[in-house]
């Protein structure tokens, strides 16, 4: 089954969706992510979600938890790239997602991270 | 019926000068000094001398009955387009029909001065036929007058709803978005998509949504407003409401709508200096 790769750079773990996410994919991620932070002991995630053009109310549960679960192994997690599209499903989904930490692209997702890794 | 068609055609090929005339004279007594005004004695001229132009050829293969066929193409388009151009011009949608129905009254005329006498029963047949295919096409002119102004509408809240949510990079890295107007459903939509869309394009981390311009705000305008901000942040960008009246503001209140930590300005100046605070830029007097 394939998975989602999770790069490492630094101390921080960089997540990129380029395929769409099915449920199964999800999960899967989610398991990974939280064996990666405490392996790596990363500070902090970013997840790429800018490829991502669909989403149902399983997949934004997923991002709130991957979030969650990060935060609990003292990781920031940025979600950046949403698509207008996607981020108006969530919206009307009722899921805003608080307590994610969000930015425009990955150059601005990585500035936030480490503005977070210096305090 | 092959006999009677061929009346009219031939009376319609034969005394055409006649008929324009007449037809041209009876055109502006139906329609008074008003159409002088509208339109040109050239430009009525042309229009009628094409239509009897047209007709002999349509009647002689398309018949008199079926208005709707192949053979009568090439008038419908004319009819057409003399019809939405009269709806540019002003003219009312019986006065569009007039066009058509004031031939009435040259034809038979013609018709009874060419033929009197010779067999009056094929006569009133022939103007009976004349008629009924005058006012099909008479009608077909009101439908198409009609259709052309529904089109004009429609195209014209189409526009509307364009004009209404421009928006607007104040700086680099700085959207606004003044919204005009009552904000139902439906247009919050495209507000929400346009901002978003503009977010994605040009990368800006701050946009300010003005609502200087919204005349009243109740608990579905709220809800929309709330959505756009929370979608906004989602995509990493932060919202600014700016330009909230103070009766709406009480009106907010009195709804009970919380607008959580969503960030409001009174003024879009306020906001403007907000964001460009964010962002790190100060403004130097002098």
Not at chain 1, 44 to 66: K, N, P, Q, T, Y
Not at chain 1, 84 to 91: F, K, R
Not at chain 2, 160 to 166: A, G, H, V, Y
Not at chain 2, 239 to 268: M, Y
Request: hydrophobic fraction near 45%.
């Amino acid at each position: 089954m394939d998975r989602i790769p999770i790069l490492r750079m630094g101390r921080t773990l960089l997540v990129t969706v380029q395929v769409d996410m099915h449920d199964q994919l999800a999960v899967r991620l989610l398991d990974d992510l939280t064996t990666m932070i405490t392996k790596t002991r990363a500070r902090g995630v970013l997840i790429d979600i800018s490829a991502l053009d669909m989403v149902d109310s399983f997949i934004g549960r997923m991002i709130a938890d991957v979030a969650a679960t990060s935060r609990i192994l003292d990781a920031q997690t940025v979600v950046v790239g949403m698509q207008p599209a996607v981020a108006i499903t969530l919206v009307e989904l009722g899921m805003e997602l608080p307590g994610v930490r969000t930015a425009l692209d990955v150059e601005r997702g990585m500035e936030l991270l480490d503005d977070a890794g210096d305090r | 019926m092959a006999s009677s068609t061929n009346r009219i055609i031939q009376v319609l090929q034969n005394s055409q000068v006649q008929l324009l005339a007449d037809w041209i004279k009876a055109l502006r007594a139906a329609t008074g000094s008003h159409s002088a005004a509208l339109i040109s004695d050239p430009e009525l001229q042309a229009q009628c001398q094409e239509l009897i132009a047209l007709l002999p050829a349509a009647m002689q293969s398309g018949g008199f009955d079926d208005v709707t066929g192949e053979p009568w193409r090439p008038v419908r388009e004319f009819l057409a387009g003399v019809s939405r151009s009269r709806g540019r011009q002003g003219f009312s949608p019986s006065e569009t029909a007039m066009f058509v129905l004031s031939f009435k009254e040259p034809l038979f005329i013609n018709l009874r001065r060419s033929f009197e006498g010779h067999d009056d029963a094929k006569l009133f047949a022939d103007l009976w036929d004349g008629l009924r295919l005058l006012d099909k096409l008479g009608l077909y002119t009101t439908e198409i007058h009609q259709q052309a102004r529904e089109e004009l509408i429609r195209r014209q809240g189409e526009e509307m709803l364009e004009l209404s949510t421009p928006v607007i990079q104040l700086w680099d890295g700085i959207l606004a978005m003044p919204l005009i107007g009552t904000l139902d459903s439906a247009r919050t939509q495209v507000v929400m998509e346009a901002l978003l869309q503009q977010i994605v394009a040009t990368r800006s981390p701050i946009a300010i949504l003005d609502i200087t311009g919204v005349p009243t705000v109740d608990t579905l305008t709220a809800q929309h407003l709330l959505k756009t901000v929370a979608a906004t942040r989602l995509m990493g960008a932060e919202c600014i409401i700016s330009g909230i009246r103070p009766q709406i503001a009480q009106t907010i209140v009195h709804l009970g709508v919380s607008l959580g930590d969503i960030v409001t300005k009174a003024s879009l100046a306020d906001a403007f200096k907000l964001a460009l605070g964010k962002l790190g830029h100060s403004i130097a007097v002098g």
